[in-house]
């Protein structure tokens, strides 16, 4: 079997292309979606600003209060959509789905470079290094948690600024290694389009300061002066990022109130118990993606979050036994350390520090699990190497093998979750079972079946929004209209 991996993996081809035929039939079924009432409604179906014939360009350039975001790429990519195709979900499907398939023949070529830029695993055959890559680039795509950002038409942004990231960072590593200017402004440029997407990769800096200080070293440089250096050329990356994100936490501080609520103050949640809940966050952002059970469109284990609390407790203990651990072993698994922090650091973003209660979601796993597959890439390859042994190398194929068929599964099973409008609410609804949060996704599900004109089944949506929440103003109207419509439903 090895023999048979050996000369597979000796084709310069076969590992991006394995990577973007399997992510590509893997999710192939979310070009049978539709529009959900899930922020399609609001970003594509019912938004005038998008569509007008005069100031469409200056709003998308401008607009931030819609999104709390600024992502003009984003959505001038969706006006050209529109334009050219009509408001065709198939369409825009077939984007976030090519975008995906993409960021993972990327994150091979990128895993590849990386475990080659390392002194002491360039070293090994080049089909262990592209096996590694190949193996963290296809757990990471077609892990279950990536299935929200490609089947939601709206999650198109994380896919999107993934895309032009690790361009940004695949031309980095060109210029790690041949240290040509040329190489790092078009790196720069990438990075700045990737945040014009979406600022969810306005965190990348970290990962590339991790590429750079773990780079090889011909001229064994001191440590000090390879960070100082690594310092003073990202600085370009974290000032844009600085400004974008400064620009994002303003906005968010000084909301309206009518369609976003200004976020929680220090006064109400201080900086213990929001640090304790960032805290938290990684760690069940972390949890899941080793074990993603019972994923969700919607999470409510933190909307009533405490720091003395068990969760508290247990994330920062289990944090802590993580960093003692990479500590230990950073000899025999050098990259853990740097790796596991640049995924903390790339999650800064998506840890709900300005939000009290925070509500995670799938999608924010997208840019952070980067670093995890690059760790798995290194992880495999050290793997094959130390096990000198075919039948050892052999199991470990087999084990590698069986995880990423479960993973692919897994991910169906969440594929048929978003399928439909039904399917999806009523899986949302499973999971937040009678907490209040059920109000909300009872409204929309209840506006899915206005639009597909099943008065009768909208109505017992709206009564189960009252029921749970009876000041549902909203709600109340349209169920006193329908009613008055339908006067053989009244209770």
Do not use: K
């Given at each position: 079997m090895i023999s048979t991996v050996e000369r597979w993996f000796s084709r310069s081809?076969?590992?991006?292309?394995?990577?973007?035929?399997?992510?590509?039939?893997?999710?192939?079924?979310?070009?049978?979606?539709?529009?959900?009432?899930?922020?399609?409604?609001?970003n594509l179906l019912s938004?005038?600003?998008?569509?007008?014939?005069?100031?469409?360009?200056?709003?998308?350039?401008?607009?931030?209060?819609?999104?709390?975001r600024y992502k003009p790429i984003n959505w001038l990519l969706w006006r050209w959509l529109g334009n050219s195709f009509g408001l065709n979900p198939v369409i825009f499907h077939v984007v976030n789905l090519v975008l995906h398939v993409g960021n993972a023949v990327l994150l091979f070529y990128v895993a590849q470079s990386f475990l080659c830029s390392r002194d002491k695993l360039r070293i090994l055959p080049l089909w262990t290094i592209k096996l590694g890559a190949a193996v963290g680039s296809l757990v990471w795509a077609l892990h279950p948690l990536r299935v929200e950002p490609v089947a939601w038409i709206s999650g198109v942004g994380y896919p999107l600024c993934t895309f032009f990231g690790l361009l940004a960072v695949l031309v980095f590593q060109h210029?790690?290694?041949?240290?040509?200017?040329?190489?790092?402004?078009?790196?720069?440029?990438?990075?700045?389009?990737?945040?014009?997407?979406?600022?969810?990769?306005?965190?990348?800096?970290a990962l590339l300061l991790v590429l750079s200080l773990m780079a090889e070293d011909p001229h064994h440089t001191a440590k000090f002066s390879r960070l100082r250096a690594a310092l003073r050329h990202l600085a370009p990356y974290v000032l844009c990022s600085a400004l974008l994100l400064g620009l994002t936490l303003l906005t968010r501080l000084n909301a309206s109130g009518e369609i976003w609520h200004r976020p929680t103050t220090l006064a109400d949640a201080g900086l213990l118990t929001r640090i304790g809940q960032a805290f938290a966050v990684w760690m069940w952002y972390l949890q899941k993606t080793l074990l993603p059970l019972n994923l969700s469109p919607v999470y409510v284990e933190f909307r009533d979050f405490s720091v003395i609390s068990v969760r508290a407790a247990a994330s920062l203990s289990m944090f802590i036994f993580l960093a003692v651990m990479a500590w230990r072993r950073h000899r025999m698994w050098p990259e853990a350390g740097p790796l596991s922090l640049a995924f903390l650091t790339l999650a800064i973003p998506v840890l709900g520090i300005t939000d009290m209660p925070f509500t995670p979601s799938d999608r924010y796993t997208y840019v952070p699990s980067l670093a995890l597959a690059l760790l798995l890439a290194s992880g495999i390859a050290r793997v094959i190497h130390c096990f000198s042994s075919p039948a050892h190398q052999t199991a470990t194929l087999v084990v590698t093998s069986l995880s990423i068929v479960a993973l692919g599964f897994a991910s169906t099973q969440q594929l048929a979750v978003w399928r439909s409008p039904i399917t999806f609410f009523q899986h949302a609804l499973a999971g937040v079972g009678s907490h209040p949060a059920a109000a909300d996704l009872h409204w929309r599900l209840g506006l899915h079946h206005l639009m597909a004109d099943d008065p009768y089944a909208a109505i017992v949506e709206f009564r189960s929004v009252l029921r749970i929440d009876a000041k549902h103003e909203d709600a109340a109207r349209y169920l006193r209209v329908l009613e008055s419509r339908h006067p053989n439903m009244s209770e």
């Open positions: 081809w076969l590992g991006p292309g394995f990577c973007g035929i399997t992510t590509l039939v893997l999710f192939f079924p979310v070009l049978g979606g539709g529009f959900l009432i899930w922020d399609d409604n609001v938004n005038p600003a998008l569509w007008q014939s005069e100031g469409a360009w200056r709003w998308m350039l401008t607009d931030l209060e819609s999104v709390q210029y790690l290694r041949g240290e040509r200017a040329l190489w790092h402004r078009t790196a720069f440029v990438l990075f700045v389009v990737s945040l014009l997407c979406y600022p969810a990769a306005a965190s990348l800096p």
